[in-house]
């Protein structure tokens, strides 16, 4: 079988970014079902995002060093498999094993280390295809991770409806066979370089430079502001706002990750015409509003608007802050996109998990938790609104370098 275009490339990033919204939705779905059938508290149930994300971000760390000597192909093709795997062992160790939790643990890691090479892997090679206009590619690549979200809530309930939610092991075996196949589908399709070998930025380079900790908080407060409403969607909307599970997974989960999807949209067709530090200014805005309303809002569909609310603004902050780097720091190559998803998966870790340990503090009301996260946005908007950069021309490749490691005033 001979390669294909760069339009397969292209697809078959658009699929990994849909199996990394089922490794990353799939299971908060059965948040309450794991509570209820295996006894375990708020808290155990928050660490396995921790595990999930906390795997994740050693993955990021572990790849930054060793992706540009292996190479992209086999990395990705071993990403979507360990993604597989992992699913298939979150339908088989819980009951196998006395302790369950340890199961549920044991297969979030092994899926998370797919999950975090996939998130080190999917954007560079976006970055790399030949492309007019590469912000707007980002934003549509990272929109079809709502998408996969949209698709992993809505059939999951449709399944849960029809065959009943005892059932969920069945269906995480059928989610396992959309990373299985796509790494078949990797070993074909064409991939292109993001920088020429000796080119990127060192690892040791990008910590000396002032301007990339400034992309590493914001990628920090990217990750907790989307992931811990969009993990705990489902469980607010059913536990903290006492609508069905149904209701709860359509109208949580579901509506934020169309919000998501259409602002990520939005923003691949419009965002050439905007800057992107007012943008994502205006994103940290949004996305605090959001969680105002859904901590302290007294009706139930104020709420659930507020989870909406969230997922439209933060949409764009991870993709943004990606592209604002590769604009300001395009040397960074490989290993600025592995740190800033590290630093990424540094805020979905912390993020989900403060609301779930804090839910338990207050009595297991999950409005608490989410009261604490509007300290994330409100500190993005903050040290976007007081970081000034200077006007000035594109850098050539030599000025780069001297230019990455000052601030601008």
């Known amino acids: 079988m001979k390669r294909i275009g760069v339009r397969q490339t292209v697809l078959a990033c658009y699929t990994a970014y849909i199996t990394q919204a089922i490794l990353n939705n799939f299971a908060p779905l059965l948040f309450l079902t794991f509570h209820e059938t295996y006894s375990l508290s708020l808290t155990l149930i928050g660490t396995m995002i921790t595990v999930n994300f906390g795997v994740q971000l050693l993955t990021d760390l572990v790849a930054s060093k060793i992706v540009d000597k292996i190479g992209y192909r086999p990395c990705m093709v071993a990403a979507h498999i360990m993604a597989g795997c992992g699913l298939i062992l979150l339908a088989v160790l819980p009951n196998l094993l006395s302790v369950p939790a340890v199961g549920l643990y044991i297969a979030t890691a092994i899926s998370s280390v797919g999950g975090g090479l996939i998130e080190v892997l999917v954007s560079p090679v976006i970055e790399a295809c030949p492309s007019e206009n590469k912000q707007a590619a980002m934003s549509l690549l990272h929109s079809f991770y709502c998408w996969g979200q949209v698709g992993v809530v809505a059939l999951s309930t449709l399944f849960f409806v029809v065959f009943g939610i005892s059932n969920w092991f ?125 901590a302290f809002s007294p009706f139930a569909w104020m709420g659930l608007l507020g989870c909406g609310v969230v997922g439209f603004f933060a949409a764009i902050m991870w993709p943004g802050t990606f592209s604002y780097a590769s604009e300001r720091l395009p040397r960074g190559g490989t290993a600025m996109f592995a740190l800033l998803a590290l630093a990424g998966d540094a805020g979905c870790m912390a993020g989900p998990s403060a609301v779930g340990a804090l839910a338990d503090v207050f009595g297991g009301k999950i409005q608490s938790g989410l009261a604490f996260g509007l300290i994330v946005p409100v500190c993005m908007f903050l040290v976007l609104f007081f970081y000034r950069e200077k006007k000035k021309e594109k850098p050539s490749v030599s000025e780069e370098k001297k230019q990455s490691d000052s601030l601008p005033q």
Not at 191 to 212: A, D, I, P, W, Y
Not at 236 to 251: F, H, N, R
């Open 170 to 294: 069945v269906l995480a075996c059928i989610w396992a066979a959309v990373p299985l196949l796509n790494a078949v589908w990797f070993l074909f399709v064409p991939l292109f370089k993001l920088v020429e070998n000796g080119e990127g930025m060192h690892f040791t380079q990008l910590l000396r430079s002032k301007m990339f900790w400034l992309f590493v908080i914001l990628m920090l407060c990217a990750g907790s502001c989307e992931i811990a409403v969009s993990q705990w969607a489902s469980a607010y909307a059913e536990a903290g706002l006492g609508v069905s599970k149904t209701v709860g997974d359509l109208l949580g989960p579901c509506l934020f990750a169309v919000c998501m999807g259409i602002s990520r949209v939005l923003f691949s067709k419009f965002g050439s015409k905007m800057q992107i530090r007012p943008a994502l200014l205006a994103a940290a805005g949004g996305c605090a509003v959001g969680y105002v309303m859904c």
